[in-house]
Antibody, heavy 127, light 106 residues
Framework: QLQLQESGPGLVKPSGTVSLTCIVSGASIRGSSHYWGWIRQSPGKGLEWIGSVFYIGTSSYNPSLNSRSSVSVDTSKNHFFLKLYLATAADTAVYYC???????????????????WGRGALVTVSS | DIHMIQSPSTLSASVGDRVIITCRASESISNWLAWYQQKPGKAPKLLISKASSLESGVPSRFRGSGSGTEFTLTISGLHPDDVATYSCQQYQDDGLTFGGGTKVEI
C-alpha cells in the first residue's frame, strides 16, 4: 500500500529555506509513470500546488512562487524533496506531498490530479 | 493561470439532503477536473477525477458532472460522515489550480 510521509523542520526563520522530504513507501519512485508533487495549505485557506517532479528529475513549478521553489528526487532512497527559498510569514502552511496521476492528450503525457497524499507537515515561518 | 471559483463557500444542510457544489473555471478545461474531500485536520482525499469518474471505494452517493467551464459535485443523501471541505482542481493547464473550497456542515 502506497504511503507518503513528510519530514522536516517545523520552524523556519524569515528569509530562510523551507526544506522538506517526502518519504515514499509501498511503491518505487524509480520507473514509475507517476509524478510526485508538493501542495500547501495556508491557515484557513485553499490548496496551492507548489511543484512536481518525475523520477528522472524533470520538474515543473507554480509560477506564482516566483522561482523560489525547487523539487528534486533521490530514487536510491525513494524520497523526493522540496526547497522553498527566501521564506516569509506568508509561506506558513501545512505542506503535503502527494503522488500525481498522469494522462495523455493531443500534446502527449500530462500531469493530472493527486491520488495519494501524505498527512501533511506544518511549517511556521517566524523569528 | 486558470482560476477556479467554487460556490457556495459554506453550506449547511440536514442529514439526507441532496447537496450540490459548483465549480467554475475561468476558461474551458474540457473534463480535466478533480474533486477532493478534506476532513478537519486531515489530508485531502481524491473523490472524483476526470469530472465524473468515481475513485475506488468512494460511496456512490457522490457524483461529479460537467465539462468545459461548469462542474458540479452532488452528494445524494448527506451523511454525518460527509462533513468536510470539498475542493475542485483543474489539470488542463500546466499551472494546476484549486478552487477555494466549500465547507459542508450539518
Amino acid at each position: 500500500q502506497l504511503q507518503l510521509q513528510e519530514s522536516g523542520p517545523g520552524l523556519v526563520k524569515p528569509s530562510g529555506t523551507v526544506s522538506l522530504t517526502c518519504i515514499v513507501s509501498g511503491a518505487s519512485i524509480r520507473g514509475s509513470s507517476h509524478y510526485w508533487g508538493w501542495i500547501r495549505q495556508s491557515p484557513g485557506k485553499g490548496l496551492e500546488w507548489i511543484g512536481s517532479v518525475f523520477y528522472i528529475g524533470t520538474s515543473s513549478y507554480n509560477p506564482s512562487l516566483n522561482s523560489r521553489s525547487s523539487v528534486s528526487v533521490d530514487t536510491s532512497k525513494n524520497h523526493f524533496f522540496l526547497k522553498l527559498y527566501l521564506a516569509t510569514a506568508a509561506d506558513t502552511a501545512v505542506y503535503y506531498c502527494a503522488r500525481q496521476a498522469f494522462y495523455f492528450d493531443n500534446s502527449g503525457k500530462k500531469r493530472g490530479c493527486f491520488d495519494t497524499w501524505g498527512r501533511g507537515a506544518l511549517v511556521t515561518v517566524s523569528s | 493561470d486558470i482560476h477556479m471559483i467554487q460556490s457556495p463557500s459554506t453550506l449547511s444542510a440536514s442529514v439526507g439532503d441532496r447537496v450540490i457544489i459548483t465549480c467554475r473555471a475561468s476558461e474551458s478545461i474540457s473534463n480535466w477536473l478533480a474533486w477532493y474531500q478534506q476532513k478537519p485536520g486531515k489530508a485531502p482525499k481524491l473523490l472524483i477525477s476526470k469530472a465524473s469518474s468515481l475513485e475506488s471505494g468512494v460511496p456512490s452517493r457522490f457524483r461529479g458532472s460537467g465539462s468545459g467551464t461548469e462542474f458540479t459535485l452532488t452528494i445524494s443523501g448527506l451523511h454525518p460522515d460527509d462533513v468536510a471541505t470539498y475542493s475542485c482542481q483543474q489539470y488542463q493547464d500546466d499551472g494546476l489550480t484549486f478552487g477555494g473550497g466549500t465547507k459542508v456542515e450539518i
